[in-house]
Structure formats: structure tokens, C-alpha cells
């Protein structure tokens, strides 16, 4: 069985284009186009991984991963944060919503599902996948 | 031998003679008892008593005369202020009492002028030292930054209007009172202090301070300066209080801005670079998606473009440099050709749009592609934050009487808070509570307030209501 990805982004052609990328390379994904439609998922499902955007409508991305440190099952599941923000990414968020990779905008497809693979391997700590 | 002396010496004779001869006659007629003898002594007598009076009267009334003319001269002096020489003309027995009178007088006369030429100095000196002061106080007064000035003593020395309404207080009422009792902010009232007692001639410190203005907490910067005396120690302090709290709201804006248009153009810029790579890894397995890929790099270009074209727009429009090429227009025509584009954005968000075009034709004397991208930043602004499901309405209308062609943009959408209203049109502003339901620079707005306001002297106006829409709406002179 596949895994499956949630995608968050408000950019249509963001979503589309990572969609495809890990659906080629043989994921599940669902997509979400704010916060809260992440939250609701998740409180439903459990995905493998999230790839979330910093901004996002309703609730940014350090606030929705947060939300989702708080439940029971959605705990370990590690996070890509995409940032396209360069000077004011509030650290103490990114360290509260237990970030594993952090992207910066604009992205290279490849090295994200290169990041994405290497976080389903097993290496969920931060400190090995920047080792790696 | 002086007259006086003469007469003197003539009634002394005339007093000796007339003496001797009453003496004479009285002890004839007690001897002799004859009556010619008598009568001719009496006679002698009379004439004598007769040239006595005369020559006493002649004398006094010189010296009289004299005394008159000094005391008219000395009068004169004391009326005109001005001191001169007593003239006797000839009486000379006054000569020992008005040479050394002369003397004296001389001598005050000196010492007047002298007097006289201190004062004008004196007099020129405080005027000089009067208008410096009064310039001194004008340059305090016309700073708009509240000043402060106090003595050693922490006593208040003065205070411009500024300062007066700043901390609210009556500088006559104050002067001379110690801060204390004057101003009430205590940090203020301790900087001052500290100043003063720790100060030394070099001593200016600047310190942000916060208070309250009218309610609203504003940010100060507070500049304390020692006032230092000639012998080098400190005697006052100077206090100036400019208000930063728009300048920190200015700087604010600008890190929000960079932040915001880094962030507005990495989002189109984020877009190209993957889909190329999708290109060149291959991804795209079909003749149809890489079609569907070249489209969208396509597009996003094209709206990196435009970004970095209203961000242009706007700071040219601000720098005065750009020149509007006005013609005939009509608001009805922009805004169809501003539906036409804006539609699928509207439709892809399952928003309504209404247009109430007026019927009326009619022109403007406007700058197309100003005015088409006005009306397109109101009306993606309506569809931005309005909700899916939401209606927006787009009206034209002419107002006769006042030959106003009026555009109107409502939306059913978040709405803004009355606090956010005033300040929706300035550059890089955003209203916090929307900031979530859409992105934006902060940009948009600016710029129609710049082009239908500074370029093309129209209005522009904005109703609305937190929860349940906005309606923006700017009018232009209708072409005669």
C-alpha cells in the first residue's frame, strides 16, 4: 500500500505540480488549499507525511501543524514546510510544529520528493536529514 | 571793589553819618532849643534816612535780580534734564557762591554724560539680549517636537505649545514649579532628574519612551540635553520629545512590504522553476500536459510581470514621473473589458458578478490602461474577499448635476473594521482580520487612490461593514 501525502498550498499550480511529482512516484496524495481544510483531514484520516505551505489562508502553516501536534495519532507525523518568506519565519513556531525539512520557495520538485522519500525511510529526526 | 561791597559800604557810611548826626542834633536841641538849627538838622536827617532806603533798596534788588536768573537758570536745568554753566551777568558779589556751584555743576555734567552713555549701553545690551531671547523663544515655540527646559532645580523654565498639549499643562501656571507637581509621567519626570544630577557638559542621552496621547499609545524619543553654565557646571536640563510612532509605523510597513512582495513574487517565481524541472525530468508524459505545463509558465510569468509592474506603477505614480495619456473613455467600456478577465477568477470561487451598467452614454477624459487597472484592483479585491458562494456588483453611473461619472464595486465579502477603514488607501497597509482570507502587498488599493486621485483629480470613497461586505466607489469629471 502507498503512502499517503497531504499537500497544502493556496497556489493551485503549487498543489498541482507537487501532486504530480509524488503521484509519479508512486504516492497518494491529498491536497488541502488552507489550514483548517488541513486540520479537518487530519482529524478524519492520518496521513504519512505532511508538505506544508508557511502562508496560507485561515491558518498558516505553523499554526495547523500545531493544531495537529495535538492529537493523539497526528504526533509523529513528520512535516515538509514550504516557506517563500526569507527574514520574519517565526523560529519558535517552526520548533512548536515539530518541522522536519523546511523548503524554501521557489522549490526544486526533485529535492523535495528526494526529502519526502528520505523522511518515509525512517530518518524523522531533523538532525539526521540534514545529515543525510 | 564789588557794587555790593560798595553799597555795603556806603549804608555803613550813611548808617555812621545819620547815627552821629540824630546824636548831634538831639543834644543841640536839648542845649540850644533854637528852631532853624533844628529844622535844617531834621532836614539833613530826612534826606539821609531817604538816601539810606535808596541805596539798601538798589542793593537788595540786585541781589534779587541775580538770584532770580540763577534760580530761573537752575529751574530750566532741572525742566530739560540738561545741565549747564550759571551766568551771573556781572553780579559779581554772587561770584563765591556760583564759581564752585559752576564747579559742582561742571562736575554732574560729566558725570551725567557718563551716566547717559552707561544707560545707552546698558539699554542696547538688554535689547540685543531681549531679542535673542524672544528669537530663542520662537525657534522653541515653531518646533513642532515638544520641548522642555528646566533649571537645576528641576523647575520648569519654559515650554512650547507643543510640550503644553503633549503633557497638558499651562506653562504660565507652570513656571517656576518643579516638574513634579507639573508633568505627570513619572519616567519623564526621572529621565529630566537623571539628567540633571548625573549630567555632565557633554551629557545628551536619547531614550524611547511610550505614553499615552488621547488614549492612543504613541512612541517618543526623548533627547536629554544639559544646560551647562560658564563655570562648567550643569545648570538645567533641555528636553526634547519628538513623536516616532509614525515613523516606527512608516518602518514597520516597509519590512511588510518586502516581506509581503518577496513572498508575492517567489509565489509565481516557485511555480516556473518547478514546472521546468518537471520539463526537463520528464514528468510530463503526454504531449497535452506539457502543453498544460508551457501555459502555465506561461501565466505566471506574465503575472510576475505584472506585479513588478504595479509595484512600478505605483512609485512612479508617487514620484510624480509618470505621464497619463488622457482621452475620451468610457467607465462602462473598462469595466466589461475589466468583467471579461476578472471572470474566471470570479467563477472558479463560485462567486456571483452583477453589473448595472449605466445606459447613459457618456465619456471621461482618462487614462485607459490607469483606469482599466483601477477598476481591475477593486474588482479582484471584491472577489479576493468575498466568500465562495458571495455575489459581486459592479455599477456605472452619471450624476448630472454634478457631471460625475461614478464607478461602484460592492462585495458581500469579510468586510473591514471601522478602525481599518481610514487607512485602507494608504501604501502597504492591510487589514490584520483579513490578512488570512487573502494574500496581497497592500499595494492595490494605493494604487487606485493614486490614479484616480493624484492623477486624474477624482475621489475615491469606501462604505463598509465587518461580516457582510465593502463597497468601494471613485468618481470622475464627465466630459462636456
Known amino acids: 500500500m502507498s503512502e499517503k501525502i497531504l499537500v497544502a498550498d493556496d497556489e493551485a499550480h503549487i498543489l498541482h505540480v507537487v501532486s504530480m511529482k509524488l503521484a509519479n512516484a508512486g504516492y497518494e496524495v491529498v491536497t488541502a488549499m488552507d489550514g483548517e481544510e488541513v486540520v479537518e483531514f487530519c482529524a478524519a484520516d492520518r496521513p504519512d507525511l505532511l508538505i506544508l505551505d508557511y502562508q496560507m489562508p485561515l491558518l498558516s502553516g505553523t499554526e495547523a501543524a500545531a493544531r495537529l501536534r495535538e492529537m493523539d495519532h497526528m504526533k509523529d507525523v513528520p512535516a515538509i514546510m514550504l516557506t517563500a518568506r526569507g527574514f520574519d519565519i517565526d523560529r519558535e513556531d517552526m520548533e512548536s510544529a515539530r518541522i522536519s525539512v523546511e523548503l524554501a520557495k521557489p522549490f526544486s520538485p526533485r529535492e523535495l520528493l528526494e526529502a519526502v522519500q528520505r523522511l518515509l525511510a525512517g530518518c524523522t529526526h531533523k538532525a539526521d536529514v540534514e545529515a543525510l | ?480
Open chain 2, 1 to 480: 571793589m564789588t557794587i555790593a561791597k560798595r553799597l555795603g559800604l556806603a549804608t555803613i557810611v550813611l548808617i555812621a553819618l545819620g547815627v552821629t548826626s540824630a546824636y548831634y542834633v538831639t543834644m543841640m536841641a536839648l542845649q540850644t532849643r533854637s528852631g532853624p538849627v533844628t529844622s535844617f538838622v531834621f532836614i539833613v536827617l530826612g534826606l539821609l534816612a531817604v538816601a539810606t532806603v535808596l541805596v539798601m533798596f538798589v542793593f537788595w534788588h540786585g541781589i534779587g535780580r541775580a538770584m532770580n536768573r540763577i534760580s530761573g537758570q537752575l529751574h530750566h536745568m532741572t525742566r530739560t534734564r540738561q545741565l549747564g554753566l550759571v551766568m551771573t551777568d556781572g553780579a559779581q558779589e554772587l561770584q563765591h557762591v556760583v564759581r564752585p556751584l559752576n564747579e559742582l555743576l561742571t562736575m554732574l555734567n560729566g558725570e551725567m554724560d557718563r551716566l547717559r552713555a552707561d544707560r545707552r549701553e546698558l539699554e542696547i545690551q538688554s535689547r540685543i539680549a531681549s531679542a535673542e531671547k524672544h528669537h530663542v523663544e520662537a525657534i522653541i515655540y515653531s518646533i513642532s517636537d515638544a520641548v522642555i527646559v528646566t533649571n537645576r532645580f528641576d523647575e520648569l523654565l519654559l515650554a512650547n505649545e507643543a510640550a503644553e498639549k503633549l503633557l497638558g499643562f499651562d506653562t504660565s501656571a507652570a513656571l517656576r514649579k518643579n516638574i513634579d507637581g507639573v508633568i505627570s509621567d513619572g519616567t519623564l519626570v526621572r529621565l529630566i532628574r537623571e539628567t540633571c544630577s548625573h549630567g555632565r557638559s557633554s551629557h545628551r542621552r536619547v531614550v524611547e519612551h511610550s505614553m499615552d496621547r488621547k488614549g492612543q499609545p504613541r512612541t517618543y524619543n526623548i533627547t536629554l540635553s544639559c544646560v551647562v553654565a560658564p563655570n562648567g557646571e550643569v545648570s538645567g536640563v533641555v528636553a526634547v520629545l519628538r513623536d516616532i510612532t509614525r515613523e516606527k509605523e512608516i518602518a514597520q510597513m516597509k519590512t511588510d512590504f518586502v516581506s509581503n512582495v518577496s513572498h508575492e513574487l517567489k509565489t509565481p517565481l516557485s511555480s516556473i522553476k518547478a514546472y521546468i524541472e518537471m520539463l526537463v525530468d520528464g514528468e510530463a508524459e503526454d504531449e497535452q500536459t506539457r502543453q498544460e505545463f508551457y501555459d502555465i509558465i506561461s501565466s505566471e510569468t506574465d503575472r510576475l510581470n505584472r506585479l513588478i509592474q504595479n509595484i512600478l506603477n505605483i512609485s512612479r505614480i508617487e514620484s510624480g514621473v509618470v505621464t497619463a495619456h488622457r482621452e475620451p473613455i468610457s467607465i462602462s467600456g473598462v469595466v466589461k473589458q475589466v468583467l471579461d478577465v476578472a471572470a474566471p477568477q470570479a467563477s472558479a470561487k463560485d462567486i456571483k458578478i452583477a453589473q448595472q451598467l449605466s445606459p447613459v452614454y457618456y465619456q471621461i477624459e482618462a487614462d485607459h490602461d490607469m483606469i482599466y487597472q483601477a477598476v481591475l484592483n477593486l474588482v479582484s479585491n471584491a472577489i479576493k474577499y468575498t466568500p465562495p458562494g458571495g455575489t459581486v456588483t459592479v455599477k456605472t453611473a452619471v450624476d448630472e448635476v454634478r457631471r460625475m461619472a461614478v464607478c461602484e464595486v460592492a462585495d458581500t465579502g469579510a468586510g473591514i473594521p471601522a478602525n481599518d477603514i481610514p487607512h485602507v488607501f494608504d501604501k502597504f497597509y492591510r487589514v490584520s482580520a483579513n490578512k488570512k482570507v487573502a494574500k496581497g502587498t497592500g499595494l492595490g488599493l494605493a494604487l487606485v487612490k493614486q490614479v484616480i486621485e493624484s492623477v486624474h483629480d477624482g475621489n475615491v470613497s469606501v462604505v463598509s461593514e465587518q461580516g457582510k461586505g465593502s463597497r468601494f466607489s471613485f468618481e470622475l469629471p464627465v466630459l462636456n
